[in-house]
């Protein structure tokens, strides 16, 4: 099967040394990445008939936007009650997808979260461009245009995808229930210009006053983590040379993202703080990741209030969740066992099912969940 032994390809790729590969491609997870990839690999225009009626038939309407232009280009997806006026005044959950470095908007939609869309009765947007001046121009055609229920408005995103919907969260909390990052950890420090697609995207740093502004308004998150990624993010503790982005030459201005144990620490404890949680410092975060006889706290290089192994496509799911001292878990961390750096329909799932949780009143801002 041709797209079989392309994915296992990217995959070989997309990992670590120690990445068995044999034993995923025999793999509930690379089966369901199959499937959820199945529309792609058979209709190769996003915008056929066929790729329509795909998306008709599961219960979302898509609708493609700019297709002329690569970095103005967007695509919406519309529940079918809305579009067949079965549902009159129903106001719909929004969820924001960002694709990873140089995967088009038609991989985005199979990463799974489109897929649960048109299960749950959501709107779905996913942005070629995933700058702060597309974000805004979505937001506010959304606010124009689509029937919204403002309390439940979500963002997710895989790699570059991740690293962007951390900084949006961070950016603008009051707009979002909760976040979803898939194979990507960073919420601190400086990043700069990024070369995607052609367009450049303005550099940023994550300041401590941004990260204290959040956890005033609270934003929950969950972070999942291939155990075998290339990008080495796990444990946290571990030290890694710094890592080109993949989009990025290096001589066009991308900063390189520094995947030190120390930054990756730096990044768990800003999510810490924003769930409302202490932050550990950095000596009693290696000494746990050491010494602890605690498995999650091993596989993902930090001790946590609460951890847990979930079974799902056959693979154990590493789980540590921040509990603050008010009894609320706002932040969770997932190390995907055996898994390189791609996403998994147990990922979109296992991210989903934390984040569904929340919601946030438009009026006050008080999150609930």
Same mark, same amino acid.
């Given at each position: 099967?041709?797209?079989?032994?392309?994915?296992?390809?990217?995959?070989?790729?997309?990992?670590?040394?120690?990445?068995?590969?044999?034993?995923?491609?025999?793999?509930?997870?690379?089966?369901?990445?199959?499937?959820?990839?199945?529309?792609?690999?058979?209709?190769?225009?996003?915008?056929?008939?066929?790729?329509?009626?795909?998306?008709?038939?599961?219960?979302?309407?898509?609708?493609?936007?700019?297709?002329?232009?690569?970095?103005?280009?967007?695509?919406?997806?519309?529940?079918?009650?809305?579009?067949?006026?079965?549902?009159?005044?129903?106001?719909?959950?929004?969820?924001?997808?960002?694709?990873?470095?140089?995967?088009?908007?038609?991989?985005?939609?199979?990463?799974?979260?489109?897929?649960?869309?048109?299960?749950?009765?959501?709107? #779905?947007?996913?942005?070629?461009?995933?700058?702060?001046?597309?974000?805004?121009?979505?937001?506010?055609?959304?606010?124009?245009?689509?029937?919204?229920?403002?309390?439940? #408005?979500?963002?997710?995103?895989?790699?570059?995808?991740?690293?962007?919907?951390?900084?949006?969260?961070?950016?603008?909390?009051?707009?979002?229930?909760?976040?979803?990052?898939?194979?990507?950890?960073?919420?601190?420090?400086?990043?700069?210009?990024?070369?995607?697609?052609?367009?450049?995207?303005?550099?940023?740093?994550?300041?401590?006053?941004?990260?204290?502004?959040?956890?005033?308004?609270?934003?929950? #998150?969950?972070?999942?983590?291939?155990?075998?990624?290339?990008?080495?993010?796990?444990?946290?503790?571990?030290?890694?040379?710094?890592?080109?982005?993949?989009?990025?030459?290096?001589?066009?201005?991308?900063?390189?993202?520094?995947?030190?144990?120390?930054?990756?620490?730096?990044? #768990?404890?800003?999510?810490?703080?924003?769930?409302?949680?202490?932050?550990?410092?950095?000596?009693?975060?290696?000494?746990?990741?050491?010494?602890?006889?605690?498995?999650?706290?091993?596989?993902?290089?930090?001790?946590?209030?609460?951890?847990?192994?979930?079974?799902?496509?056959?693979?154990?799911?590493?789980?540590?969740?921040?509990?603050?001292?008010?009894?609320?878990?706002?932040?969770?961390?997932?190390?995907?066992?055996?898994?390189?750096?791609?996403?998994?329909?147990?990922?979109?799932?296992?991210?989903?099912?934390?984040?569904?949780?929340?919601?946030?009143?438009?009026?006050?801002?008080?999150?609930?969940?």
């Amino acid at each position: 099967m041709k797209e079989k032994e392309e994915l296992l390809h990217l995959l070989d790729m997309m990992s670590s040394d120690d990445f068995d590969l044999e034993a995923y491609a025999e793999s509930e997870s690379l089966k369901g990445i199959l499937e959820n990839q199945e529309c792609m690999h058979q209709n190769p225009d996003e915008g056929s008939e066929e790729t329509l009626k795909y998306w008709e038939d599961r219960g979302l309407k898509k609708i493609l936007f700019h297709t002329e232009s690569r970095p103005e280009k967007w695509a919406l997806y519309l529940p079918m009650s809305y579009v067949n006026q079965t549902a009159p005044g129903k106001c719909y959950p929004l969820l924001f997808v960002m694709h990873g470095s140089g995967n088009p908007i038609y991989l985005a939609e199979s990463y799974g979260y489109t897929h649960i869309a048109a299960r749950e009765e959501m709107i #779905v947007i996913i942005p070629e461009t995933e700058t702060v001046e597309k974000m805004e121009e979505l937001f506010a055609y959304a606010k124009e245009n689509l029937p919204v229920d403002w309390s439940r #408005v979500y963002m997710v995103g895989y790699s570059l995808g991740g690293f962007m919907t951390s900084r949006h969260g961070i950016r603008w909390p009051e707009r979002f229930a909760a976040v979803g990052i898939g194979g990507m950890l960073f919420a601190n420090g400086p990043t700069g210009v990024h070369k995607q697609n052609d367009t450049l995207w303005p550099g940023e740093t994550i300041t401590p006053e941004m990260v204290a502004h959040a956890a005033q308004v609270k934003l929950p #998150v969950c972070v999942c983590m291939g155990e075998q990624e290339i990008l080495g993010l796990l444990p946290v503790t571990e030290d890694e040379p710094k890592f080109t982005p993949p989009g990025g030459d290096g001589g066009d201005g991308t900063d390189r993202i520094d995947l030190s144990g120390k930054n990756k620490i730096a990044s #768990v404890n800003n999510w810490r703080q924003i769930a409302g949680c202490p932050r550990i410092p950095e000596e009693e975060v290696r000494r746990a990741a050491r010494f602890s006889a605690d498995i999650v706290t091993e596989k993902l290089g930090f001790p946590f209030e609460r951890t847990s192994v979930i079974l799902r496509e056959g693979r154990s799911h590493f789980v540590g969740d921040c509990v603050n001292p008010q009894g609320e878990n706002l932040a969770r961390f997932v190390c995907m066992g055996k898994s390189a750096h791609w996403p998994s329909r147990a990922l979109a799932e296992l991210t989903w099912e934390f984040i569904r949780r929340f919601s946030r009143d438009p009026e006050t801002g008080e999150l609930r969940g």
